[in-house]
């Protein structure tokens, strides 16, 4: 084996071990580990075919479903670096993405193909389109058909002549907190590792052949990442499932319905689920307090929450319905996997307090803006510092890489901007991002992208976009609008024009009018006046 755990190798060894057990599921498709490989061997072949070198970029441009993984699999086979697709990008954002990484190869669900036939003359560097077929659009003639692909023998060596590493990389690109989306960096060894780490029985640290293998005593869990695999909450959720040789099974509607969720937890047996918060949580309880007897959902018994709180009154409702749940909030980032965790059983929740407290994890320390360690019960504000198994860095971006990646005593950290206290008794409280970036149902939303946008209407002078609280999405894009003659654009108009350039998650939800947003002499804006304004407004309406 290469120098370091490498995901591909990782997987080959599950196959030869358990070649017949269920590895993808979705909807009435099940492929086993044997045929997940062969398929995916395939379609490694043809892009290697295609010119590419070692770790050229591949895209997925995808919705959840079998080919996500299979495609991920095949670039990971071939030597090939990936880069996650936010599927609700509009065109501009699609083409800053596929430039920013440098991408060759896109795989693409065909209700894309219109999208992408407005940019292709835009990201001239990709040498090859594969087009999934969702039965919305004929092939187009720039494209190839990824089931033939996969259908067929390699046409060619699926491993590329620079063999497979844990150097290899993965690029999970974040809008993240300070701007344009980024590329984080993980090496494939980083992320094995890091996902591992809370495991029962780890892997050893370093590449061993066989030991993957011996950890096997047949099939794994069964695993339903609620979230897109777009996002690192539902990739990493995957990949870490199917390391222990278990399955993972995703939903096929494209919008979340927690009927088909609960339905296939009961049809599938599965085991774990990981959501995003209240956004997915209280549908859920909604839906099981209105029929409690109609699912039965005895093996479930994990669910983890990343990227979003929720309340403690929805997990006792769901307690209430299934007593065996463990219920995991986990602090953490495309960043920094496992910086805390939060864990609620029906025996515990009782005595804890709120969900923002945290148990630090055993490379994860609270730090003031000096690299001191913030002092139990001091009610100092310090940003929790993760080491150990971390990115490399953000792609192409060394002065970001700098400010987050950061060496405190000689030991390098990741610090993704998580602000806390740390309680006499070590808890941690989480405060939230340092910066105005907004978490809605577990989509990052820049500011000031939005406010760009929208002060290219008619009439508006200035904007400022702030976060309100949101019962069901942990927060709601509220924009703030000063125009030129007093006038009023309505709720409609803005998010329509909105909609027209960006992602439908980074549509305002609530307009309040201002005579003025208050810039200062140095054009900043004062964000917290101005969330506490636009809630004033919002809740005397």
Known sequence: MSRGWNISEIFDEIRATIPDAPALIHGDVERTWNVMHQRSESLAAIMLASGVSEQSKVAQYLYNGPEYLESVLAAFSAGLAVVNTNYRYAADELVYLWDNADVEVVVFHGSFTERIEEIRDRVSDVKLWIRVDDDSTALPNWAIDYETIVSAPPVGPAHGPWGRSGDHLLLLYTGGTTGMPKGVMWRQDDLVGALDASNRRRLPESATPGAVAERLSGPGPRGLPGAPLMHGTGFFNAISTMMLGGSTTTLTGRRFDVNELLDTIEQRRINSISIVGDAFAKPMLA???????????????????????????????LLRHNPRLIMVDTLGSSEAIGMASNVSTRESIGARGGTARFQLGPNTRVVDDA?????????????????GRTPIGYYKDAEKSAATFQVIDGVRYSIPGDWAEVETDGTVVLLGRGSQCINTGGEKVYPE?????????????????????????????????????????????????????????????????VSSVGRAVNGKLDYRTLRTEALERIDGA
């Open 287 to 317: 839906a099981l307090d209105a029929e409690p007897k109609r699912w039965d959902l005895s093996s479930l018994r994990v669910i983890v929450s990343s990227g979003v709180m929720w309340a403690r009154t929805t997990k006792e409702g």
């Open 371 to 387: 690299g001191n360690d913030v002092q139990r019960g001091s009610g100092q504000r310090g940003r929790v510092a993760l080491r």
């Open 449 to 513: 992208e939005v406010e760009e946008i929208i002060k290219t209407m008619p009439t508006v002078r200035d904007c400022a976009v702030v976060g309100v609280p949101d019962d069901r999405f942990g927060e709601a894009i509220c924009a703030i609008v000063e125009t030129d003659d007093g006038s009023k654009p309505e709720l409609s108009q803005i998010s329509h024009h909105v909609r027209q350039h960006l992602a439908g998650y980074k549509v305002p939800r609530h307009v309040v009018h």
